[in-house]
T-cell receptor, first 111, second 114 residues
Framework: EDKVVQSPLSLVVHEGDTVTLNCSYE??????LLWYKQEKKAPTFLFML????IEKKSGRLSSILDKKELSSILNITATQTGDSAIYLC???????????FGKGTSLLVTP | DVKVTQSSRYLVKRTGEKVFLECVQD?????MFWYRQDPGLGLRLIYF???????EKGDIPEGYSVSREKKERFSLILESASTNQTSMYLC?????????????FGSGTRLTVV
């Protein structure tokens, strides 16, 4: 059974649209939740979230954790074609060394 | 910046061959991980190591083994490659004892078994 569930699995939007990607999880105790962006090769780090309700921002991207709802969202405003990628959510649990990844959301931004 | 280097970007091997995928990091990280990534299945953990000569099975260790003889190097071994091991393989590292850290990834090795 998946512990980290991302939705939607894929998404096609037009340049300039705003998108919201979702990540839900099952465990209640964890160190952090992380978001990565993956284009053609290795995932690159976007955000690490540890506290509920505190938004992290980087340019047009932002993310927030809701520990009550056991979820996190990643927002991208004014999307560009360069935002086309797979976005991965991962949980760093208390019990293990490894990150547990969701299946990812594949985002395509069309001109 | 941490650098995680995977020896090959693309690899084509024949069924039954023994395959070695190498990962080297230059920042003295304790933990190293091997994942495979397949469409629709996401990243799945094969093996990880939290110290030299230490290894732990991940979610899908069957058909794989690993070796960590030195802290900076973590090798993934496909004992007898099969076509269902065609995949993207990603190595990752992090520093556990420092607390709350995500991964640094290598560039990946796309392996095709024919």
């Amino acid at each position: 059974e998946d512990k980290v569930v991302q939705s939607p699995l894929s998404l096609v939007v037009h340049e300039g649209d705003t998108v919201t990607l979702n990540c839900s999880y099952e465990v209640t105790n964890f160190r952090s939740l992380l978001w990565y962006k993956q284009e053609k090769k290795a995932p690159t780090f976007l955000f690490m979230l540890t506290s509920s309700g505190i938004e992290k921002k980087s340019g047009r991207l932002s993310s927030i954790l809701d520990k009550k709802e056991l979820s996190s969202i990643l927002n991208i405003t004014a999307t560009q074609t360069g935002d086309s990628a797979i976005y991965l959510c991962a949980l760093n649990s208390n019990s293990g060394y490894a990150l547990n990844f969701g299946k990812g959301t594949s985002l395509l931004v069309t001109p | 910046d941490v650098k995680v280097t995977q020896s090959s970007r693309y690899l084509v091997k024949r069924t039954g061959e023994k395959v070695f995928l190498e990962c080297v990091q230059d920042m003295d990280h304790e933990n190293m991980f091997w994942y495979r990534q397949d469409p629709g299945l996401g990243l799945r953990l094969i093996y990880f190591s939290y110290d030299v000569k230490m290894k732990e099975k991940g979610d899908i260790p069957e058909g794989y083994s690993v070796s960590r003889e030195k802290k900076e190097r973590f090798s993934l071994i496909l004992e007898s490659a099969s076509t269902n091991q065609t995949s993207m393989y990603l190595c990752a590292t992090n520093r556990y004892r420092a607390g709350n850290y995500g991964y640094t990834f290598g560039s990946g090795t796309r392996l095709t078994v024919v």
